[in-house]
């Protein structure tokens, strides 16, 4: 059942660590729009994520995730570059990562942020781009 949008249901974004929730009602929605222009379905792989998530352990400070203001998602159907395009093109999203296991990153940042994460470690998001965004054939 989708209880937050047309296609998404507050199970999706709880936390993996305990199942808690805390979501920026303006997450959903823009997923649901990112979704409506890219005419295919989005896995939620990450959403909320508690204090006590290993994730934000490791983190000084809270992140967008712990904040209920990001979410790590597949685009099914389009590869890692359309799926950064469609992402971009909607302005929806301050931030947006680029992560080498094919997910973006969106979050709801109030500025933008564009960056890319490779074997684990977070790059700019030009390198990243070289490295996952296939060249076009000449």
């Given at each position: 059942?989708?209880?937050?949008?047309?296609?998404?249901?507050?199970?999706?974004?709880?936390?993996?660590?305990?199942?808690?929730?805390?979501?920026?009602p303006?997450?959903?929605?823009?997923?649901?729009?990112?979704?409506?222009?890219?005419?295919?379905?989005?896995i939620?792989?990450?959403?909320?994520?508690?204090?006590?998530?290993?994730?934000?352990?490791?983190?000084?400070?809270?992140?967008?995730?712990?904040?209920?203001?990001?979410?790590?998602?597949?685009?099914?159907?389009?590869?890692?570059?359309?799926?950064?395009?469609?992402?971009?093109?909607?302005?929806?999203?301050?931030?947006i990562?680029?992560?080498?296991?094919?997910?973006?990153?969106?979050?709801?940042?109030?500025?933008?942020a564009?960056?890319?994460?490779?074997?684990?470690?977070?790059?700019?998001?030009?390198?990243?781009?070289?490295?996952?965004?296939?060249r076009?054939?000449?």
């Open positions: 059942m989708s209880d937050l949008t047309r296609n998404f249901s507050s199970r999706e974004f709880a936390c993996k660590h305990c199942g808690a929730l805390r979501l920026d303006a997450l959903p929605a823009a997923l649901q729009a990112l979704r409506d222009l890219a005419g295919r379905p989005i939620v792989l990450s959403g909320y994520r508690c204090p006590d998530h290993p994730e934000e352990h490791r983190k000084t400070t809270p992140g967008m995730h712990a904040q209920g203001k990001a979410a790590d998602v597949l685009l099914q159907g389009h590869t890692l570059r359309r799926a950064y395009d469609l992402a971009a093109a909607l302005g929806l999203f301050g931030g990562g680029i992560y080498d296991g094919g997910f973006l990153h969106l979050d709801l940042r109030p500025t933008p564009r960056w890319g994460r490779l074997a684990g470690v977070y790059v700019p998001f030009s390198r990243a781009a070289a490295i996952l965004f296939p076009p054939l000449q």
